[in-house]
Nanobody, 124 residues
Framework: QVQLVESGGGLVQAGGSLRLSCVAS????????MGWFRQAPGKEREFVAA????????YYVDSVKGRFTISRDNAKNTVYLQMNSLKPEDTAVYYC?????????????????WGQGTQVTVSS
């Protein structure tokens, strides 16, 4: 089992920044690719970003490219999502997820473990 706990969400004005953190415990963190997803009210869970086990490769949904950065610190068992130039449409609950797949994937079902989520609200 892997336990994931997100933090760093909050209320921010459009154009502002937030950094989300997700701390993992349980099994060896570096054995898992990590992803961030988000879910707005009334919408399906959406892929945001993913990073490989050692952090060598990343992938983003088009809507956040150039604004969000995913990174990880395996020594701290933590994955981050730096979010800049936030827009009201970024408002959602953000979830981190851990997956044992060998390749980066945008499919929620390919991730094995999920955190409880942290709320991000961007006001206009």
């Amino acid at each position: 089992q892997v336990q994931l706990v997100e933090s760093g969400g909050g209320l921010v004005q459009a154009g502002g920044s937030l950094r989300l953190s997700c701390v993992a415990s349980g099994r060896t963190f570096s054995n898992y690719a990590m992803g961030w997803f988000r879910q707005a009210p009334g919408k399906e869970r959406e892929f945001v970003a993913a990073i490989t086990r050692r952090g060598g490769n990343t992938y983003y949904v088009d809507s956040v490219k150039g604004r969000f950065t995913i990174s990880r610190d395996n020594a701290k068992n933590t994955v981050y999502l730096q979010m800049n130039s936030l827009k009201p449409e970024d408002t959602a609950v953000y979830y981190c997820a851990a997956g044992s797949a060998m390749v980066l994937t945008t499919t929620p079902g390919m991730y094995d473990y999920w955190g409880q989520g942290t709320q991000v609200t961007v006001s206009s």
